[in-house]
C-alpha cells in the first residue's frame, strides 16, 4: 500500500509504492539522420573518426578512442562477424520479442567495432563466434535500430 512516511531522527521522508515516470528519448541530430536512413533505405551508418580513422557503429558523435568529434556519416556493409553472444531463456519486460532469444556483438564490414542486436534465422545451438550474418530489415520500419529484425546467418 502506497504511503509516506518520515524516517526516525531524520529530515527524511520515504514514499512507499510506485511512482509512474513517462520517459520520452531524442534521437539527437545524428541519430535522426542515422534512423531516418535506416527506415528509408535500409542503410547502416556508422561515424568515421577523420583523427584515428576507426568507424563507429552505432553512430556516435566523439570518438571512444581519441574523444575527437565525429561528424562524417559512413555506410557500413549489412553484412559482418558475429563477436560473441548469448541465450536469453527468461522473460524481461525490456526485451522486443519472447525468448528464447538470443543477442550477439556483431561487427559489421567496414566498422571497427562491434554492436549489439538480435540473432535469428537460427537455433541456439548452430550459433558459433566467427560466423557471417546478415541483417534482416523489416517491411515496415518506423526508423529505430528494431527495424533491423535480427541478423541471421549467411549461406
Do not use: W
Amino acid at each position: 500500500m502506497a504511503g509516506t512516511r518520515k524516517l526516525e531522527g531524520k529530515d527524511v521522508y520515504v514514499y512507499e509504492g510506485q511512482i509512474y515516470i513517462p520517459n520520452t528519448y531524442t534521437a539527437g541530430a545524428l541519430g535522426t539522420r542515422v534512423l531516418s536512413r535506416l527506415r528509408d533505405k535500409k542503410q547502416i551508418l556508422g561515424t568515421r573518426c577523420s583523427s584515428c580513422n576507426r568507424v563507429h557503429v552505432p553512430a556516435r558523435s566523439t570518438c571512444k578512442d581519441c574523444f575527437a568529434e565525429l561528424d562524417e556519416l559512413v555506410e557500413v556493409s549489412d553484412k559482418g562477424t558475429l563477436l560473441t553472444y548469448t541465450v536469453v531463456n527468461e522473460r524481461n519486460p525490456c526485451q522486443p520479442v519472447e525468448p528464447p532469444l538470443a543477442y550477439g556483438v556483431i561487427q559489421l564490414d567496414g566498422a571497427d567495432n562491434g554492436f549489439v542486436h538480435m540473432l535469428g534465422g537460427v537455433e541456439a545451438e548452430q550459433l558459433q563466434i566467427g560466423m557471417r550474418v546478415q541483417a534482416v530489415f523489416k517491411k515496415e520500419r518506423v526508423g529505430s535500430i528494431l527495424d533491423i529484425r535480427y541478423f541471421k546467418p549467411l549461406g
